[in-house]
């Protein structure tokens, strides 16, 4: 795939400029491989734990979700390569699966990026909400309260 890519698009696959140096691609795959460990994408696991026996486990597991990105460079390859002339990258999935696949499962598709992003930035606001600013409200009264 990489040399068909290369013969499509000469330099596509090469780190081009002064700052996209190959200490930049492996100081951020580390970066991207710690993130892993970090917010918000453990509170769940840390919140709904039963034991520490579930950390463990995680943190076996969580480098086995990083063989999954390299499906995303293989999603862009494969759009370099069906569609030459991709006029916006980040439309790379859904230009491929559009040519791919019935509109029944392109729709699908669509629904589920939605909602996983609004399960992201949910995630990502709930951990970033201030912890002190709300107080529990007198007995009698259940209600949260701002201070």
Partial sequence: MFHRVEDAKPGFTALKGDQLTPVWFASTVLLTALGFYMWPHTFGSALAAKDE??????????????????FVFFVGF???????????SD???????????????????????????LVSAF??????????????????DHAIVER
Avoid: C, E, H
Avoid at 54 to 67: C, S, W
């Fill in 91 to 117: 439309l790379a999935l859904l230009s491929v699966a559009k040519d791919a696949f019935p509109q029944w499962f392109v729709v699908a598709l669509v629904v589920n990026v939605v909602v996983t992003l």
């Fill in 123 to 140: 995630t990502r606001g709930a951990a970033a909400a201030p912890t002190g600013r709300f107080r529990r409200a007198p007995a009698a």
């Fill in 53 to 70: 026996n579930v950390f463990r486990r995680n943190a076996a597991f969580m480098p086995l979700y990083q063989l999954l990105i390299a």
């Fill in 78 to 88: 494969a759009a370099v390569l069906q569609v030459p002339k991709l006029a916006d």
